[in-house]
T-cell receptor
């Protein structure tokens, strides 16, 4: 079965610090995409960053970057210089090479002023 | 550009009632999906479509029907509502397999 696992249900960090959210997955596919989505209290699902599995270079988007380890099937999200607006649920997801998106159970991140 | 529009935003139903959750996108996306979000379980795929006239089941399809008569619209029908269907429902669309999905704002549905 193709699965996405987020083992940290909740995390908190002081404002301006760096935090890393963990995600592991299981698949036999070699070509797929990985995503991190953010869900603030407004309930919107917002794409944070995506990674193509065949690219070795880690994706970055401003303060957000990933550590993609394909052999270990690991896809962690690093948030640098955390801000109060980063408080949200964060979901890791993958399409595993098809048209369906599989999500992890999420990590609730709280940024403390 | 409206993106993905879901209606209604909130709904309360009684057990056994039927209803349709509407989803429309104006981005000419071929791929559309319905998810439900329950506490502690992330988002789970209910049904999806890869184009007009083509639909398929996801992880949790029981109790739901979909149709895709046009590229723009992808309604989700609850045939006979049950309390277990109390959830937040999200519709999403994407241009292709490898492009990110765009989500609607969700519908909070309560079944009494």
């Amino acid at each position: 079965a193709q699965t996405v696992t987020q083992s940290q249900p909740e995390m908190s960090v002081q404002e301006a610090e760096t935090v890393t959210l963990s995600c592991t997955y299981d698949t036999s596919e070699s070509n797929y995409y990985l995503f991190w989505y953010k869900q603030p209290p407004s309930r919107q699902m917002i794409l944070v960053i995506r990674q193509e599995a065949y690219k070795q270079q880690n994706a970055t988007e401003n303060r957000f970057s990933v550590n993609f380890q394909k052999a270990a099937k690991s896809f962690s999200l690093k948030i640098s210089d955390s801000q109060l607006g980063d408080t949200a649920m964060y979901f890791c997801a993958s399409n595993f090479g098809n048209e369906k998106l599989t999500f992890g159970t999420g990590t609730r991140l709280t940024i403390i002023p | 550009n409206a993106g993905v529009t879901q209606t209604p935003k909130f709904q309360v139903l009684k057990t056994g009632q039927s209803m349709t959750l509407q989803c429309a996108q104006d981005m000419n996306h071929e791929y559309m999906s319905w998810y439900r979000q329950d506490p502690g379980m992330g988002l789970r795929l209910i049904h999806y479509s890869v184009g007009a006239g083509i639909t398929d089941q996801g992880e949790v399809p029981n109790g739901y029907n979909v149709s895709r008569s046009t590229t723009e619209d992808f309604p989700l029908r609850l045939l006979s509502a049950a309390p277990s269907q109390t959830s937040v429902y999200f519709c999403a669309s994407s241009y292709s397999l490898d492009s990110p999905q765009h989500f609607g704002d969700g519908t909070r549905l309560s079944i009494l």
